[in-house]
């Protein structure tokens, strides 16, 4: 008999794992709960289709007992009123069980949301860690202030928790976008109830049981999945939640201002949508890496990545060449088994996404764009869902597949002449997340950066990326930021305490 492969021996650790049971009922108060009206949905594996869980379908009523659970937390100080140094100890502990859990977590990942288990295991496992141990790390370090007021008075600028804090965060990321709420929000004192997407709610359950396990006192996170128009809107809508970290589409991010409008004016984070411009100038004088990671950078996730510079900009004298490289390049993403290490890009969230994607390549085509690599959907005999890496050139910036932000495995290429013309293209977009210019061009490099509208521009490279660095967008791609110290900010109150100096 031949030795397990390593994609055998992660199928095995998978059929264990679902041979066990996905625990799929909600977290509240520390203990775990069928929704009030009983009622689950079915969680389906884009890796082969098949039901891997049933989780409970959180409602209104359910939003209520969690926000209370919160609530009631918050106010007797169970951890917002300890020291930063003793959350400091309890989150570092978290982290820690997060490392200790790495198979595990990586698997619900990859089988719930169909990312590579290799991309799992060396990003988003540790990358979730790391993030839950830099805010434990910072919280004891973070001063108050006192103002130059002197004088008869003194004031002191303190930071406060806002309180109850909505985390409402999208699939594509799950870990992730959920540590990036819980590091600053928990570390900063809040108590949270996280509303994981109903496409990828199971690895938000175990992270939540394993802050329980290190020791976060019950009631501090909650953990409500559901229905963005069921639970989502619910919780958005709370008159008991002080602030929402929102991560997810555009559309909803202005559904969320909304909610606070008509409620108790909550503060609303969003971090929304993207359609990045990649500028790449004929200057440059490597372009197998300039092409290499426009590709690795596009096809990163299965394309499902708001930062994903799915509009590349490159000069039209080199065109025709880079195109060439790109296209050469896009089949070693071919999608594959996601539990086999050796594959780059897995499966898309589901059957509908898969939906949407194909029907935003259909739209390049009937509107000119012409597809130099994929197009098509692969691997249908597995279940899955699979889209091969695309690539369209001539596209022009007024096609959807210019405009729209596809979420997907697909790269629209636009040509440019000059300067001008790359800055005017890149900004005409109503998305500001990232960009990225291409030059050897010192001074071009600093123009550029200056004039792009966009939350972080990178400049010959597009990986970079560091916990210790903000995260977000400007126009419609939102307005907070995650990760850095920033990002604390957002669940802090500035409190100012006015004192009056006697004269002896
Ligand atoms: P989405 O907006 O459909 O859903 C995000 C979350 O909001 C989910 O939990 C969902 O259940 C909830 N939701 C949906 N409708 C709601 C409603 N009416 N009321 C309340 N809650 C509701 O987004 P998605 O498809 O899950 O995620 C993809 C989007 O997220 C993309 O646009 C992507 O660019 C964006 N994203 C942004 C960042 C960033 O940092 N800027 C990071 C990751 C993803």
């Given at each position: ?19 066990r ?58 951890w917002?009123?300890?020291?930063p ?8 502990a ?11 977590l ?41 103002a130059?007021?002197g ?30 709420k ?24 175990r992270l ?24 989502g ?6 008159m ?11 559309r ?12 108790n004016?909550?503060?609303?984070y ?23 990671t ?48 050796g594959t ?9 996404h ?37 690539v ?113």
């Open positions: 008999m031949n030795a397990p492969t390593p994609r055998d021996l992660w199928h095995g650790r998978a059929n264990d794992l679902l041979g049971g996905i625990d799929g009922r909600l977290l509240i108060d520390g203990q775990r709960y069928h929704a009030v009206d009983g009622r689950c949905f079915d969680c389906v594996s884009p890796l082969d289709g098949k039901v891997i869980a049933r989780v409970a379908r959180g409602q209104a009523a359910d939003i209520d007992l969690a926000v209370a659970s919160a609530r009631a937390a918050f106010a007797d100080g169970r917002s009123a300890r020291s140094g003793a959350r400091k100890k309890v989150l570092l978290f982290a820690e069980r997060i490392r200790a859990a790495r198979d595990e990586a698997l619900l990942e990859t089988l719930d949301m169909g990312k590579p288990i290799s991309a799992s295991l060396s990003a988003d496992v540790p990358g979730t860690a790391r993030c839950i141990q830099w805010y434990a790390e910072a919280v004891d370090k973070v001063y108050g202030e006192i130059p007021t004088g008869d008075s003194l004031a002191l600028v303190s930071r406060e928790p806002v309180g109850v804090v909505a985390a409402i965060v999208p699939w594509n990321y799950p870990l992730l976008m959920t540590a990036w819980l590091g600053p929000a928990l570390a900063a004192g809040n108590s949270v109830v996280l509303k994981p997407s109903e496409r990828s709610p199971l690895s938000a359950l939540a049981e394993l802050a329980l396990e290190a020791g976060l006192p019950p009631g501090v996170l909650n953990v409500v999945p559901g229905f963005g128009g069921e639970a809107e619910a919780l958005a809508l709370h008991d939640v002080d602030a929402v970290g929102f991560t997810g589409s555009t909803t991010g202005r559904l969320m201002l909304e909610y606070a409008g008509r409620s004016l909550k503060r609303v969003n971090e929304l949508g993207g359609k990045s411009a990649n500028v790449v100038f004929a200057d440059f004088d490597d372009l197998d890496r300039a092409a290499a426009a590709v690795g950078s596009m096809f990163y996730n299965q394309g499902e990545s708001c930062n994903a510079p799915s509009r590349l900009l490159v000069q039209e004298s080199i065109a025709d060449d880079f195109i060439e490289r790109l296209a050469a390049l896009a089949p070693g993403y071919a999608p594959g088994d996601p539990l086999d290490p780059r890009m897995g499966a898309l969230v589901d059957e509908r898969t939906a949407v994607v194909m029907d935003y390549i259909r739209s390049g085509l009937q509107q000119g764009a012409r597809c130099v690599a994929g197009g098509e959907q692969v691997l249908q005999a597995s279940g899955g869902q699979f889209v091969a890496p695309t369209f050139d001539a596209v022009d910036n007024s096609m959807r597949i210019a405009r729209e932000e596809i979420f997907g495995p697909v790269l629209s290429v636009i040509r440019f002449s000059n300067e001008q013309q790359a800055l005017q293209i890149a900004n005409d977009s109503s998305y500001g997340l990232h960009a990225a210019v291409w030059t050897r061009n010192l001074d071009r490099a600093v123009r550029m950066s200056r004039a792009l509208r966009a939350g972080t521009v990178h400049i010959n490279e597009y990986d970079e990326d560091d916990i210790t660095v903000p995260f977000g967008g400007v126009k419609q791609s939102g307005n907070g930021r995650d990760k850095s110290l920033h990002a604390l900010d957002k669940y802090c109150e500035l409190k100012t305490t006015w004192m009056r100096i006697d004269p002896a």
